[in-house]
């Protein structure tokens, strides 16, 4: 069955870095559009990155943009999500999901939070 597993996430002090990685399965992991999604607390999805099949093109939220970056790592089926310069709006549970039209799989998530 299909199963994306993320990790990487923690607390983290503003300024700082953390990786996330979602771990795929299930699925022809490299024919899939991969994104990445945040829902920090009290508030709605929010779409951060995505990354295409093909050529690899990446796109990114303004919000983030400059200061986090996807990859993927088609031979071991695996997506992640580089985050630096960390700020506390920052904070939210990341998921990554698969796209072929709609996000049809989704993680769990992990949680990042941003804090002194």
């Known amino acids: 069955q299909v199963q994306l597993v993320e990790s990487g996430g923690g607390l983290v002090q503003p300024g700082g870095s953390l990786r996330l990685s979602c771990a795929a399965s299930?699925?022809?992991?490299?024919?899939?559009?991969m994104y990445w999604v945040r829902q920090a607390p009290g508030k709605e999805l929010e779409w951060v990155s995505h990354?295409?099949?093909?050529?690899?093109?990446?796109y990114y939220a303004d919000s983030v943009k400059g200061r986090f970056t996807i990859s993927r790592d088609n031979a071991n089926n695996t997506l992640y999500l580089q985050m630096n310069s960390l700020k506390p709006e920052d904070t939210a549970l990341y998921y990554c999901?698969?796209?072929?039209?709609?996000?049809?799989?989704w993680g769990q998530g992990t949680l990042v939070t941003v804090s002194s």
């Open positions: 999901a698969r796209a072929k039209g709609a996000l049809d799989a």
């Open positions: 299930g699925f022809t992991f490299s024919s899939y559009w």
């Open positions: 990354i295409n099949t093909g050529d690899g093109s990446t």
